[in-house]
């Protein structure tokens, strides 16, 4: 038997173990892998946040970094656990896209414009109906998108809340947990404790021992006082008139009736460095920028429902 140590048979020898070497690592990532899968906390529809950016609308970088920045800064509760943004401007497929999104229940708010074009004379003067309003030549990008499905009784707009329905289902959110002195009491002394609002995360892997799970109720009642917080703070936005909400006015069965369609953010004077369109003069600008809230049947009245109230909050201290 010729056991002679060749050129060759080391070279074999090298590669075999290091064959068996790769095998071994690919074998132990493959396993690393699976058990993240398994054990990784995978966020629930209602604990994901996406903004978007409508098609007639630009985005700055910073609108791209805002999820981060949202995250770092704990603008959301501890229950968020995704925040992400995407812009549709500028992307040939993007009413193919940001549909799509939709399909799927992507989506919790988006900002978009409220500017219709308005009817012209041969002299370029505004054409006036009987009552000496200009005549809408084309709606804008918020009403064609947000009145699609409304009636009187509508307590939201098929795509959207009613954004002032919306504040109302907050309200009444906060008096749950802290009565009908919410506003001028935070202890929390409603018919709903924190601990049944906690009780959503029960199969949260979040939440398995005993300690965490007692974490897991402060961070809940936290949040608790924390939406009631940024509740007060985006109606005292409202009042000194950062905020407003975009009324349209309705008729059914000669009846007229009021729906709001989005929040008006435009007034916040440095929102053109998130989101912004330019004007004739090649300007940037935020006139008439909303802020509309989808409506989920998924999150509707739930408790993650209400997380807007808490970046309205932010957009009004960060860009006004």
């Known amino acids: 038997m010729d056991a002679r140590i060749t050129k060759q048979r080391l070279s074999n020898l090298i590669s075999y173990d290091w064959l068996k070497m790769l095998v071994t690592i690919l074998v132990f990532v493959l396993v690393l892998v699976l058990l993240f899968t398994m054990t990784a906390t995978r966020p629930r529809k209602d604990q994901e946040f996406a903004i978007y950016a409508h098609t007639d609308l630009q985005t700055d970088r910073v609108f791209s970094s805002l999820g981060d920045t949202l995250e770092e800064k704990k603008v959301f509760s501890y229950d968020i656990l995704s925040v992400t943004t995407e812009g549709f401007s500028g992307n040939n497929y993007a009413s193919a896209t940001f549909t799509a999104r939709r399909a799927a229940g992507q989506g919790t708010v988006m900002f978009m414009t409220d500017n219709p074009t308005y009817k012209k004379d041969e002299n370029g003067n505004d054409v006036l109906d009987e009552n000496g309003e200009r005549v809408i030549e084309t709606q804008s990008e918020l009403y064609q998108f947000a009145a699609g499905a409304i009636d009187e009784n509508s307590i939201t707009l098929g795509a959207v809340y009613?954004?002032?329905?919306?504040?109302?289902?907050?309200?009444?959110?906060?008096?749950?947990?802290?009565?009908?002195?919410?506003?001028?009491?935070?202890?929390?002394?409603?018919?709903?404790?924190?601990?049944?609002?906690?009780a959503r995360n029960e199969k949260d892997k979040r939440y398995r021992s005993d300690e965490s799970k007692a974490q897991g109720l402060e961070d809940e009642r936290e949040r608790v006082l924390q939406l009631r917080e940024d509740y007060i703070a985006v109606q005292k936005a409202f009042d000194e008139g950062k905020l407003s909400h975009t009324v349209y006015e309705f008729e059914e069965d000669s009846k007229t009736y009021e729906k709001s369609l989005g929040i008006n953010v435009g007034r916040l004077n440095l929102l053109k460095n998130l989101v912004y369109y330019t004007d004739s003069a090649g300007a940037r600008t935020t006139q008439n920028v909303n802020l509309v809230i989808f409506y989920n049947n998924y999150l509707d009245g739930a408790d993650l429902c209400f997380e807007t109230v808490s970046l309205l909050r932010y957009l009004v201290e960060t860009y006004q």
Not at 167 to 185: K, N
């Open 162 to 198: 009613d954004t002032e329905y919306y504040f109302s289902l907050c309200e009444d959110y906060l008096v749950q947990f802290f009565g009908d002195d919410w506003a001028t009491s935070d202890a929390l002394d409603g018919v709903r404790t924190v601990e049944e609002s906690f």
